[in-house]
């Protein structure tokens, strides 16, 4: 299987990276983290390759899906991880400008949108495919606020938008692409470990059921899953993996 994941160096989309590549896939993983990119490369370029595109580019994100046809045959899955963001994301609510909100969205649900297109027009061409995006459990729920007290970690309003909003670009896309044989899926992480403070983790895990935060390695199984004919039937889903977060 070849597949091609955006944000491909960063937290969640490195494990993905990683995860597909030991399975055996091709993967090209498709970021701006040029230096991330080529430690993550295989040097005769047989697992994995590194890709600079910006993808609130489409053209260039249009070229990397060619280019990847071109050498592997195909194209069988894009996994859209990335999240391009302003240097005001995070700001409070009651100080947001409407530019930096309007920006923000552009950046992240637009690309949503513009990588699905692009991606869908290359699987058209061969007939099959499969669409992954990431979402959050904030885009099902709203934040526990009383988790960031006595931090200065916070939950942007324009983050929950944003992840709701994918949700709901995986379910009118699956419908939309009905009789196809292209499916179109989105995975919601809860929490991931990313040196949060001891605080926020300790209220974090009292919401959930178990282990609380998850690692990254938490969730490449459910991709697997997902790439693989175990999920064939599976269409227009939204996976939660959370440790009953959202209970």
């Known amino acids: 299987m070849t597949v091609v994941v955006t944000g491909g160096c960063g937290l969640i989309g490195e494990a ?10 091709n993967v090209i993983a498709v970021d701006v983290d040029d230096e ?7 040097p005769e370029g047989r697992a994995i390759s590194y ?10 994100f249009d070229r990397v899906l060619r280019e990847a046809r071109s050498r592997h045959g195909s194209v069988d899955a894009v996994v859209h991880a990335a999240y391009p ?18 920006e923000n969205l552009r950046l992240q649900l637009g690309s949503a949108i513009m990588v699905s297109q692009k991606a869908v027009k290359h699987f058209h061409e061969q007939d099959e495919g499969h669409l992954v995006h990431v979402s959050s459990i904030q885009g099902i729920e709203a934040p526990k606020f009383w988790h960031y007290e006595e931090t200065d970690m916070t939950s942007p309003i324009e983050y929950s938008a944003i992840k709701s909003g994918v949700i709901s ?9 009905s009789g196809t044989g292209i499916r179109v899926n989105c995975i919601s992480p809860g929490g991931v470990k990313d040196g949060q403070p001891k605080q926020f983790i300790d209220k974090y895990r009292k919401s959930c059921t178990d ?3 998850l690692s990254t390695s938490d ?3 459910v991709l697997l899953f997902l ?9 227009g889903q939204n996976l939660v993996i959370d440790d009953g977060w959202s209970l």
């Open 16 to 25: 993905f990276v990683r995860a597909l590549a030991e399975r055996g896939d």
């Open 36 to 42: 991330t990119g080529e430690q993550l490369e295989d």
């Open 51 to 60: 890709r600079h595109c910006d993808v609130t580019d489409p053209k260039g």
């Open 85 to 102: 963001r302003t240097s005001s994301w995070g700001t409070p609510f009651e100080e947001l400008e409407e530019e930096d909100v309007a």
């Open 169 to 177: 670009i995986t379910k009118y896309l699956a419908k939309y692409l």
């Open 211 to 213: 282990n609380g935060m």
């Open 219 to 221: 969730l490449a199984g």
């Open 227 to 235: 790439l693989s004919d175990k999920s064939r039937y599976v269409n």
